[in-house]
């Protein structure tokens, strides 16, 4: 069980430019979710899902979009990098409202 | 929309002191969750809390949720270095929407 993978670990972006931050489970769960960790802050919700083909805007949706085709897959992709969105990127997923088991997270520096 | 807020948001202790993080919200929570997070890691579930009142322990680690249902803390007695890291604690905003503290950032004094 690799648990939740995500790639890549770190990229630099220039701006304007796009880019799809991939996260993939293989704990067979429906809830998949992205936050974003600025420096020294706690986590937000960016987008979420609780199952292939359903998504929903988190807290900070804003310059992001998801997808979920498959329950093991939930890419995030950023449209026109800005400097706001250098950031760390988690997926995190969990069986219902219960424990969430994060990736070990994507981060983004666009300059 | 839910908050909770976590205090304080630093704390330096001396190895072998005792911490304690605060959550609280201006809502009842239906349950309250904890997190730890290694410094350049990833968040990892400590454990939830679900009933009024409730105290649970892990080792050196003592939970507590508010008899309203709106705090929580964390304690860890006689700290040791690898209890370095930031505490989140966290509650469901609806049935989907995991709402994050601050959280507590704990560095040790060895």
């Known amino acids: 069980n690799a648990g939740v993978t995500q790639t890549p670990k770190f990229r630099i972006l220039k701006i304007g430019q796009s880019m799809t931050l991939q996260c993939t489970q293989d704990m067979n769960h429906n809830y998949m979710y992205w936050y974003r960790q600025d420096p020294g802050m706690g986590l937000k919700l960016i987008y979420y899902?609780?199952?292939?083909?359903?998504?929903d805007k988190g807290e900070v949706p804003n310059g992001y979009n998801v997808s979920r085709s498959t329950t093991e897959d939930f890419p995030l992709r950023l449209e026109l990098a800005a400097p706001s969105q250098t950031s760390v990127y988690f997926c995190?997923?969990?069986?219902?409202?219960?424990?969430?088991?994060f990736g070990p997270g994507t981060r983004l520096l666009v300059l | 929309g839910q908050q909770v807020m976590q205090i304080p948001q630093y704390q330096h202790v001396q190895e072998g002191e005792d911490f304690t993080t605060y959550c609280n919200s201006s809502?009842?929570?239906?349950?309250i969750q904890w997190y730890k997070q290694r410094p350049g890691g990833h968040p990892v579930f400590l454990i939830q809390?679900?009933?009024?009142?409730e105290v649970k322990k892990q080792k050196r680690l003592t939970f507590q949720f508010g008899e309203a249902k709106k705090n929580s803390s964390l304690h860890i007695t006689a700290t040791q270095t690898t209890d370095v890291g930031t505490y989140f604690c966290?509650?469901?905003?609806?049935?989907?929407?995991?709402?994050f503290g601050q959280g507590t950032r704990l560095t040790i004094n060895p």
């Open positions: 899902s609780v199952g292939a083909g359903i998504t």
């Open positions: 995190a997923s969990s069986y219902s409202s219960e424990t969430q088991y």
């Open positions: 809502t009842t929570l239906s349950n």
């Open positions: 966290a509650a469901y905003q609806g049935a989907q929407k995991l709402v």
């Open positions: 809390l679900v009933k009024s009142g």
